[in-house]
C-alpha cells in the first residue's frame, strides 16, 4: 500500500518566543505537514514548545521526534501528553525512542542501562500511555510513532506503533554507523515479518529522518568532505545511503518517490537546518502528485 507524503522538520535550535514562532511559522509556508521537536539536553524542552508551535501555526501537526523514553515517569508523560493534545487540539503525534547518548543520561542522573534494559522501559512506557493514546473524556487521541532499528523494537512498533520510525544508523555508545541501502532493506522486510505476526490489518506508516539534504548539481562533489567520515563505505555507497538526499530538487524528489516504491518510506524527516533547503523538494513532489 502507497501511502501520500508527509513531511516534518524536527526543530533542534532553541530560540526566543518570536524566533521560534517565525520559524514555525516558515515551516507551514514551506509546507511541511508536522513541527517536531527532540529530547536531547541542550534542545528546545518538547512539550511547551510544541504548544508554542500549534498556537503559530494553523495547518501542521506537532509531535515529539523522539522522546527519550528512560528521561520520563509513563504516568507523568501520560499528564504531559493528554494536556498537549487538547492544547494543541488533537494536532500532537508522540514520537518514543530509548534513548542512545550516554552521556545525556549521566549529566541528568538517569542510569543508561544496557540496550535491553532500554527497551523494557519503552516497552511499559507504550502500555501504560495506551489511555493516554487513547483520548477521551474531553481529551483527543494521540498517534504514535516509534524510533529505532533493533528487532525488539520494532516488535513493538509492529504491534502498537501507527509509525516506525526507521533509524539510519547503529548506536553502540559511540558515533553511529550509517546503514547502508541494502542494510535499510534488510530492517525494513524485517519489520513487515513483525507485521504480519502480529496479524495488522492496516501496516504502519514507515519515516525516515534524512540527516543532510544538499541541493547540488554536484552529489560527487558535495559528498567529498563526508567520506573520511566513513571510511568504511565507497563514494557509491554514501551517495546511496538512504539518510542522505543530495542532488537536484528533481533527483532528489525522483529519490523519494523510488524510496518509497521499494520500502514503502512515505514519511520523511528533516533537520531544521535543512529546513529551507528541502522546502523545494516539497513543492515538487507535491507538484508532480497533484
Same mark, same amino acid.
Do not use: C
Given at each position: 500500500?502507497?501511502l501520500?507524503? $508527509?513531511?516534518?522538520?524536527?526543530?533542534?535550535?532553541?530560540?526566543?518566543?518570536? &524566533?521560534?514562532r517565525? $520559524?514555525c511559522?516558515?515551516? /507551514?509556508?514551506? *509546507?511541511?505537514?508536522?513541527?517536531? %521537536?527532540?529530547?536531547?539536553l541542550?534542545?528546545?524542552?518538547?512539550?511547551?514548545?510544541?504548544?508554542?508551535?500549534?498556537?503559530?501555526?494553523?495547518?501542521?501537526?506537532?509531535?515529539?521526534?523522539?522522546?527519550?523514553?528512560?528521561?520520563?515517569?509513563?504516568?507523568?508523560?501520560?499528564? /504531559?501528553?493528554?494536556? @498537549?493534545?487538547?492544547? @494543541?487540539?488533537?494536532?500532537?503525534?508522540?514520537?518514543?525512542?530509548t534513548?542512545?547518548?550516554?552521556?545525556?543520561?549521566?549529566?541528568? *542522573?538517569?542510569?543508561?542501562?544496557?540496550?535491553?534494559?532500554? %527497551?523494557?522501559?519503552?516497552?511499559?512506557? +507504550?502500555?501504560?500511555?495506551?489511555?493516554?493514546?487513547?483520548?477521551? /473524556?474531553?481529551?483527543?487521541? %494521540?498517534?504514535?510513532?516509534?524510533?529505532?532499528?533493533?528487532?525488539? +523494537?520494532?516488535?513493538?512498533?509492529?504491534?502498537?506503533?501507527?509509525?516506525?520510525?526507521?533509524?539510519?544508523? $547503529?548506536?553502540?555508545? *559511540?558515533?553511529? @554507523?550509517?546503514?547502508?541501502?541494502?542494510?535499510?532493506?534488510? =530492517? +525494513?522486510?524485517?519489520?513487515e515479518?513483525?507485521?504480519?505476526?502480529?496479524?495488522?490489518?492496516?501496516?504502519? /506508516?514507515?519515516n525516515?529522518?534524512?540527516? =543532510?539534504?544538499?541541493? @547540488?548539481?554536484?552529489?560527487?562533489?558535495?559528498?567529498? *568532505?563526508?567520506?573520511?567520515?566513513v571510511?568504511?563505505?565507497?563514494? &557509491?555507497?554514501?551517495?546511496?545511503?538512504?539518510?542522505?538526499? #543530495?542532488?537536484? %530538487?528533481?533527483? #532528489?524528489?525522483?529519490?523519494?518517490?523510488a524510496?518509497? &516504491?521499494?520500502?514503502?518510506?512515505s514519511?520523511?524527516?528533516?533537520?531544521?537546518h535543512?529546513? &529551507?533547503?528541502?522546502?523545494?523538494? #516539497?513543492?515538487?513532489? $507535491?507538484?508532480?502528485?497533484?
Open positions: 500500500m502507497v501520500p507524503f $508527509r513531511f516534518s522538520v524536527n526543530m533542534l535550535t532553541p530560540g526566543t518566543g518570536s &524566533e521560534w517565525s $520559524r511559522r516558515r515551516a /507551514e509556508e514551506l *509546507g511541511y505537514d508536522l513541527i517536531q %521537536v527532540a529530547d536531547h541542550g534542545m528546545p524542552a518538547p512539550f511547551p514548545s510544541l504548544v508554542a508551535a500549534a498556537e503559530a501555526t494553523t495547518r501542521p501537526r506537532v509531535g515529539t521526534f523522539v522522546l527519550n523514553a528512560a528521561f520520563w515517569n509513563p504516568v507523568l508523560l501520560a499528564r /504531559e501528553v493528554t494536556t @498537549t493534545a487538547a492544547l @494543541t487540539e488533537g494536532r500532537l503525534e508522540l514520537g518514543l525512542g534513548g542512545y547518548v550516554p552521556a545525556e543520561h549521566e549529566q541528568a *542522573g538517569v542510569p543508561f542501562l544496557p540496550p535491553r534494559g532500554r %527497551v523494557d522501559h519503552l516497552a511499559r512506557t +507504550v502500555e501504560e500511555l495506551a489511555g493516554a493514546l487513547k483520548g477521551g /473524556e474531553g481529551s483527543p487521541p %494521540v498517534r504514535l510513532l516509534i524510533g529505532g532499528n533493533g528487532n525488539r +523494537v520494532l516488535r513493538l512498533a509492529a504491534r502498537h506503533a501507527d509509525v516506525m520510525a526507521f533509524s539510519g544508523g $547503529r548506536f553502540d555508545g *559511540g558515533a553511529p @554507523t550509517l546503514l547502508t541501502a541494502e542494510e535499510m532493506a534488510a =530492517r +525494513v522486510a524485517a519489520f515479518g513483525f507485521e504480519r505476526a502480529a496479524g495488522r490489518r492496516t501496516p504502519a /506508516e514507515r525516515l529522518l534524512l540527516q =543532510r539534504v544538499i541541493v @547540488t548539481d554536484d552529489p560527487a562533489g558535495a559528498v567529498a *568532505g563526508f567520506l573520511p567520515l571510511p568504511y563505505l565507497s563514494e &557509491e555507497q554514501v551517495l546511496d545511503l538512504p539518510v542522505l538526499a #543530495i542532488g537536484t %530538487v528533481r533527483e #532528489i524528489a525522483d529519490r523519494l518517490v524510496l518509497r &516504491e521499494r520500502l514503502g518510506i514519511y520523511v524527516t528533516v533537520l531544521d535543512s529546513m &529551507e533547503a528541502f522546502g523545494p523538494v #516539497i513543492a515538487e513532489l $507535491r507538484a508532480s502528485e497533484g
